[in-house]
């Protein structure tokens, strides 16, 4: 078990998107991580803006972590990448304010 973060979801969220992301890859052998763990890794990433090298020690390692946000962020033409549908599904929302927005309000403020 490892230590809760504020960017982490519900395992019952989770499951709810577990088969998307399943489905970007071949079945070859049984996993050994907890995709759950990679997910929330993610997650921290993105809402962080931390570096991939400093993804806290209760995750997986952060070349399996980037290694997942790789496959699951590559666009199919048009169409919206995996990473995209399953954060729209579960309404995750990133940073608060875009970065432009946040600039503006300390200048004008």
């Given amino acids: 078990m490892r230590e809760s973060y504020p960017s982490d979801i519900s395992r019952e969220q989770f499951e709810k998107i577990r088969p998307i992301l399943e489905s970007s890859r071949k079945k070859t052998r ?4 907890d995709l759950y763990d990679v997910f929330c890794g993610v997650l921290y ?3 962080s803006a931390c570096q991939w090298r400093m993804l806290p020690k209760e995750f997986p390692k952060w070349e399996n972590v980037y290694y997942y946000f790789q496959i699951w962020n590559k666009k ?3 169409e919206p990448s995996l990473l995209e549908l399953v954060l ?3 309404s995750w929302r990133g940073p608060y304010k875009q970065w432009s927005e946040r600039e503006n309000q300390f200048l004008y403020n």
């Avoid at 049984?30 to 991580?33: D, F, G, I, N, V």
């Fill in 30 to 33: 049984p996993r050994e991580l």
């Fill in 45 to 47: 990433v993105l809402k």
């Fill in 76 to 78: 199919n033409g048009e």
């Fill in 88 to 90: 729209k599904k579960i």
